[in-house]
């Protein structure tokens, strides 16, 4: 599992290579996913980007986010 993120100020900006490298990409909003599909249309042919219709308003490890996180992603492994 890797974390990256869609702003090109991200600590761990996303990357055509982390894509390729992924099996499935998930995303909190769909403004990042609008964001992935614009700008990797190519790495994305074999790819499921999922959307987990979560606010990007939570911080690093926060409790709530955590908890919406393992009732959301479950059903899509």
Known sequence: MSSAGTNNNAE??????LIEWADILFVME???RAKIQQKYRSQLKSKRLICLDIPDDYGFMDAGLIAIL???VPRHL
Not at 12 to 17: D, F, Q
């Open 12 to 17: 761990n900006p996303l990357s055509a290579e």
């Open 70 to 72: 393992k009732t959301k």
């Open 30 to 32: 769909r403004t990042h």
